[in-house]
């Protein structure tokens, strides 16, 4: 019997140690999954502060383009028919009777002054910015209408062509200017011609649309914040 029980003790002490050693190992595998918990979490964090850091200088540098374009052309605004926005960085020149010849892409002589006078100035203003600044946009707008004799449908793509063709032909005349001709390289890498057809309408009070402030041209500043977000993102992901 005693070697019986004795042969059971043992068993039971084998059992013990062996019950012992996996505990021992889910304790550790616990301690590991903690660290590597901690480790994410503190990634985590220094992720969300680098994107909060981008945001804030986004909102910083926002404000001062906006500022700088307000002291440079405020006094101008009222006489080009012209406008800026503060959350878009857009300067809208509305008034379709300055702008092209009526269904063409023909630049009319008066914005053609206005441009002389515009674009020389806004360069130099975004000059400081450069290193924020993505991309601008030279973006042409029209009204829904078009002749009677076509649909819907057929109406927005012949205004997404004359849209499109409207932005080319004021890229085109900036492009000639010799202001441009001294920056030329980053004028090609920043400065785009996007036509938008009659897809961002300008609605009036009553929530309809207003067909001449639709008929608008925008230059518009989109800074690399973005871009910057991204990045710090996929290196999540990566």
Partial sequence: MNTIFG????????????????SDLMAGLMMVFLLISIALMRHALEQRDRVTEVAEAYQETQVAIYQALMDEFSDDLETWQAEINA????????????????????????????????????????????????????????????????GE???YFRNMKLSQDRTRSVLSYLYQLPETQLQKSWVKQTIAAVGFSSSHLVLNDLGQEDHDRSRRVSFRILTNAESQIREILSEVDS
């Fill in 7 to 22: 042969q059971g003790s043992s068993a039971g002490n084998e059992e013990e140690h062996h019950w012992l050693s996996v």
């Fill in 87 to 150: 959350d878009t960085l857009a300067l809208t020149f509305q008034s379709p009777k300055v702008l092209f010849t009526t269904g063409s892409a023909q630049l009319r002589p008066r914005f053609e002054g206005i441009l002389n006078d515009f674009y020389p100035r806004y360069l130099d203003v975004l000059t400081p910015f450069r290193e924020a600044i993505d991309e601008i946009r030279i973006e042409g707008h029209t009204s829904s209408r078009w002749n009677s004799s076509v």
């Fill in 153 to 155: 449908d057929e109406a």
